[in-house]
């Protein structure tokens, strides 16, 4: 069976892009990153892990929003409370901050070996977004959007099993593009300082790593590659 025309589309996109961003430099300076935590809790490991390469970028001279997703206020999904009430405002604030940006950057811890409630619910509620006459669709914002991810635990995997798991989330389900390189904080409890910088400068370096890739993606999809 075949690709739909949208599939078909999509591929077009993604082999142009990644054909294009391996032949770029590692510069992130050109590059606006959206940057969020799985997690907000106080002293959550994933947001000190996003905070961290939200810095590192901004060092490299791009420009890092960090959002956090308790503060959009989204309820649970109820497609009873969407048909009584519609899409909640935190919704479309995620999807401007979408829209804004070059690209996604998403560190997330392992709930049970998946990702958190807290990143499902705001991308579900981000993908029942119909157009309107100032937005596009939900799901037409995040189509063909680099993305990177990073996981953090305290285990030795490092949430390695939530942030594949998230990658299958964001492709098949947002059409996003999440580049092949990523990194999983293995005993993240231990990890920082007290400046909420890694300890470790070959964790560091991988950060850098995935910054850089996504970065080259994204000149690459903005540049009509």
């Given at each position: ?45 994933s947001h000190k892990l996003a ?175």
């Open positions: 069976m075949g690709l739909p025309h949208a599939g078909i589309a999509h591929f077009a996109v993604v082999y142009c892009a990644f054909r294009h961003w391996y032949s770029k430099g590692t510069r992130m300076g050109d590059t606006h990153i959206l940057v969020m935590a799985g997690s907000s809790r106080q002293g959550a490991l905070a961290f390469a939200a810095r590192r970028h901004r060092d490299a001279g791009g420009a890092a929003t960090l959002l956090d997703l308790r503060a959009l206020a989204l309820p649970l999904y109820d497609g009873d409370l969407e048909s009584t009430q519609g899409v909640p405002a935190g919704a479309f604030a995620l999807q401007k901050a979408i829209v804004q940006c070059d690209a996604l950057l998403i560190a997330t811890p392992e709930y049970n070996g998946f990702p958190t409630p807290l990143v499902i619910n705001a991308f579900d509620w981000l993908s029942r977004i119909a157009a309107g006459a100032d937005h596009p669709a939900g799901l037409a914002s995040t189509a063909n959007k680099p993305a990177a991810l990073l996981s953090s635990s305290p285990g030795a995997a490092g949430g390695l099993r939530a942030m594949n798991y998230l990658r299958q989330y964001l492709q098949m389900a947002f059409a996003m593009i999440v580049v092949p390189q990523q990194f999983a904080l293995g005993r993240a409890h231990e990890a920082f300082d007290e400046a909420g910088a890694l300890k470790d400068a070959g964790a560091g370096k991988a950060v850098d790593a995935v910054l850089q890739s996504v970065s080259r993606l994204a000149r690459a999809v903005k540049s009509g590659a």
